[in-house]
């Protein structure tokens, strides 16, 4: 389970689309503001997410091969082989060139509660469910359950937090620098796309294909 986590908690966190918007609202005229919002939405999101684990759980993992155990890894195996998919399929299809979004030419107006929601927008819905599916196998009558849970949330928003602290720290230099990061992320989001998504479907499918045979 907890190297699991760390494959998921790692894409989620490195993920093109949700670095770039969030490099935007720092660069805005309320930009630690914004990116304070969109940040702790985001890991808002993946703590509520977990927590309805923990709930359907009662932190003790189900018996496996016991039914909701099998189904937590079908799950995983379900969405491993629909990132596989779409993976190729992004592979395949001709290449497109991407304009910036409609929301960026407002994105100086945007209050705190749209940099919140626009977080929840962004999540990787797919991934999180991944995630999700693999909390199920935490045991939290001890406390080395609950550092993994916890440590994995906050991989999944390690980018965001590195990214305003160093706003908060060092703003002019941090602006440059995440901007021509931003630039670089949108040059090659079709390849990062492309690779996150074959990468973990093919980690996850192997994985729940070994869980579910062995």
């Given at each position: ?32 503001r914004?990116?304070l ?55 395949r ?82 602006n ?39």
């Amino acid at each position: 389970m907890v190297l699991d986590l760390v494959v998921i908690g790692t894409a989620v966190t490195l993920g093109p689309l949700h670095n770039s918007a969030f490099i935007l609202l720092l660069s805005s005229r309320r930009g630690v503001r914004q990116g304070l919002a969109f940040l702790l939405s985001w890991l808002a999101n993946l703590t509520v997410v977990i927590a309805c684990v923990v709930l359907l759980t009662d932190g003790q993992p189900p018996a496996r091969h016991s039914a909701p155990s099998t189904a937590a890894t079908a799950a995983k195996l379900a969405i491993g082989l629909a990132l596989v998919v779409y993976g190729a399929y992004r592979h395949r299809r001709p290449p497109r060139p991407h304009g910036p979004p409609r929301w960026t030419a407002r994105i100086d107006n945007a209050s705190a509660g749209t940099a919140a929601g626009l977080a929840w927008l962004l999540q990787p819905w797919a991934l999180v469910g991944a995630g999700a599916a693999t909390a199920v196998d935490a045991n939290l009558s001890a406390l080395d359950g609950w550092l993994v849970l916890t440590g994995y949330c906050l991989l999944a928003t390690l980018s965001l937090i590195v990214m305003e602290m160093y706003v908060v720290w060092a703003p002019e230099v941090a602006n440059a620098r995440l901007n021509a990061l931003r630039n670089w992320l949108e040059q090659h989001q079709e390849q990062l796309v492309i690779t996150l998504a074959l990468l973990l479907g093919l980690w996850l499918t192997a994985r729940s294909i070994a869980e579910l045979v062995a």
